[in-house]
């Protein structure tokens, strides 16, 4: 399978510019610059691939000297990019440098995710999602539904075609075992005590549910996880623009400082 195009995220947060990029479909190259420097860079075919400053690849003989992490601050956070059951990736999530931020970073809450390129996959995935996020529920639904019938069906195919088959009558040989005379260990006689329990048995509703649980539970996890990845995409929409403003306040303010500074130098007006 031919490697998938490079995917890049990009943010500017505390005054540093972060980027992201992953190529590779079944083993994925992450790499993690801060302001232009690769701070980070590992090779993994994992779901969720978490960087942290100092991170290098490993193994490889062909290694750049790009590849190799520059020293930068103690902490300047850390990364944590997944990707589909597929191998396409979908979004880089960063997480400010400050204390749990590794326990954050496992249990996914707390960061801000990066921006991908525009026109990229993963910026078509999330556009698809904040269009029709009752679409993307419904496909998350039916995944998990697929989960459950599909392993159904195949096994019926199984029992049929078993069924149907003619199977060769095969005379296999027998073959001799020997007879080994085991010792006999005298296991200690203990009079345990006849507890006498008491003979209960759970409603049938509760026993319907039981039975019917490994049918369910894929179905309603899937739509919990559209419904969370949806609320939590509404939320780092408004994340990203109130990153947005700031940059833009800052920019608006050194550009404010530079002109105060030109008016100071210009020679007084005779």
Known sequence: M??????????????RRHRVETTGSVSRTVRWRVDGRVVAATKSSEDTVRLKPGDRLQGEDDVSPDDQPAAVEPDVGSVTVQFTGLGKPKRATWYPPADGAAVRAALGTGGIDLEPEPGSPAALREERIRQHPRRYAVLAVAGGVAKVVLPLLLGLLAVRLTVA???????LPSLPWPDVDLPSIPWPD??????DLPDWQAPAWVRWVADKAQFVWPVLLAAYLARREIRRRREQDALRAARRAEQQAQTGREDDREAGRKDDDRPPSQ
């Open 2 to 15: 031919a490697d998938q195009p490079t995917q890049a995220w990009d943010l500017v947060a505390e005054g």
């Open 165 to 171: 088959l003619p199977w060769p009558d095969w005379d």
């Open 190 to 195: 203990v009079d345990l005590p006849d507890v």
